[in-house]
Structures are given as structure tokens and as C-alpha cells.
T-cell receptor, first 114, second 118 residues
Framework: GAGVSQTPSNKVTEKGKYVELRCDPI?????LYWYRQSLGQGPEFLIY????????DSGLPNDRFFAVRPEGSVSTLKIQRTERGDSAVYLC????????????FGPGTRLTVT | AQTVTQSQPEMSVQEAETVTLSCTYD???????LFWYKQPPSRQMILVIR??????QNATENRFSVNFQKAAKSFSLKISDSQLGDAAMYFC???????????????FGQGTILTVHP
């Protein structure tokens, strides 16, 4: 079926606003990962889910960032009180299970905070 | 914590020639996975090749092969017969196979931009 999809593709918001970034994993994939990629850098881990629960959220930079996956499929990354330093590409990936070695990535959401 | 270092910010190669991208990593674990990912301007990360640390044989996928030196903690990618479509950012990544909360996540290097000249 379809690959990992992310919406929106691009998001421009003003400093202080709230944003939601959505990830639709590959159907049947139980593990879902969020990464943040700053300009010219490699992706950095934020959080991952096994099913509905966040198995590791140690990469979330502060309490303005939160992610949910209520039904074990679609996930939403939520950022409150956005700051200019939050500008980056947010990548989502999924894998069949947590044991699967390959993570399939979406095209990312480019967030720009003005 | 594991770290991954790519010391070549940019590399270039002539079409049909061979190029090698370098990667070193630091870990105290004995078993893990190493990967090379390709990221074209479309931003979509694509898995190029993987290596299991317990395997001594270097992985090969068509024109792509790795030189895995476990003792030296080195993991280079060789691209043979380079094609214009190989131009992209390449990332080396590490994944632990040990249990615990860090099990699933990938740790990436800073990336190497590869330019292919016709």
C-alpha cells in the first residue's frame, strides 16, 4: 500500500502559536517514530510509540512538545508556544514491529516559525 | 550514549567512478545495527544498506557495499559505477539491539552531501 504520509508538507507559523503535525504510518505497522532534522544536520530522535503508548520520549526537547497516537495508527506531534528554534523538518517513520530493523520514513513536514 | 560521526561534509565523484563515504561511531555495546540512508532533495529518507555487527561479512547491495571494521568502529560506504541519481545527502546511522527504552531509535551522523558530475 501507500508509504508513510505526513501533513502538512510545509507549515509557517508565528512565534508563540500552537501547531500540530500529523503522521500516517504504513498500514499494519505497530511502531512509529518522530525525528527532527535541523538544516544541514542529521535527524535527531524525539519519541517513539509501540502501539498506542510512548515507549521512549527521551528526545522531546522540553514540555512544549507532546505526541499522541490514540488508536495505534495515526500520530500527532503537538508543539505549544512555538519558538524560532523549533524551525526544522519533522520526520516520521514507521516499522512493522519494534524489532524490525527497517524504518520507513515519510517526506517530513518543514516547520518555519517566524 | 552512542555517537555517530561523518567527517566529510561534502564529496564529489565523476559519473561511473567509485566513491567512498566515511563513518565512525562510538558505542560500548557488542551487538547493534549500522545503516546508510540516502536523502534526496525530496527529503524522503531511503535505506541503502544495513550491517549487523555480529556478521563479519561486509554487506553488499548491487553497486553499494560497506567496509565494516568493528574494532576500529568504522563503517564506510562504497558506491561503485556512480550514477547521477546517486546525488543526495547520505547519513550513517546506528541502532542498538539491546533491550530497554533506547531500543528502537536511530542515531544519525551529520551527513555527507554527494555530488555526481556527468
Amino acid at each position: 500500500g501507500a508509504g508513510v504520509s505526513q501533513t502538512p508538507s510545509n507549515k509557517v507559523t508565528e512565534k508563540g502559536k500552537y501547531v500540530e503535525l500529523r503522521c500516517d504510518p504504513i498500514s499494519g505497522h505497530t511502531a512509529l517514530y518522530w525525528y527532527r532534522q535541523s538544516l544541514g544536520q542529521g535527524p535527531e530522535f524525539l519519541i517513539y510509540f509501540q502501539g498506542t503508548g510512548a515507549a521512549d520520549d527521551s528526545g522531546l526537547p522540553n514540555d512544549r512538545f507532546f505526541a499522541v497516537r490514540p488508536e495505534g495508527s495515526v500520530s500527532t506531534l503537538k508543539i505549544q508556544r512555538t519558538e524560532r528554534g523549533d524551525s526544522a523538518v519533522y520526520l516520521c517513520a514507521s516499522s512493522y514491529t519494534l524489532d524490525s530493523y527497517e524504518q520507513y520514513f515519510g517526506p517530513g513536514t518543514r516547520l518555519t516559525v517566524t | 550514549a552512542q555517537t555517530v560521526t561523518q567527517s566529510q561534509p561534502e564529496m564529489s565523484v565523476q559519473e561511473a567512478e567509485t566513491v567512498t563515504l566515511s563513518c565512525t561511531y562510538d558505542t560500548s555495546e557488542s551487538d547493534y545495527y549500522l545503516f546508510w540512508y540516502k536523502q534526496p532533495p525530496s527529503r524522503q529518507m531511503i535505506l541503502v544498506i544495513r550491517q549487523e555487527a555480529y556478521k563479519q561479512q561486509n554487506a553488499t547491495e548491487n553497486r553499494f557495499s560497506v567496509n565494516f571494521q568493528k574494532a576500529a568502529k568504522s563503517f564506510s560506504l562504497k558506491i561503485s559505477d556512480s550514477q547521477l541519481g546517486d546525488a543526495a545527502m547520505y547519513f550513517c546511522a546506528y541502532r542498538s539491539t539491546a533491550g530497554g527504552t533506547s531500543y528502537g531509535k536511530l542515531t544519525f551522523g551529520q551527513g555527507t552531501i554527494l555530488t555526481v558530475h556527468p
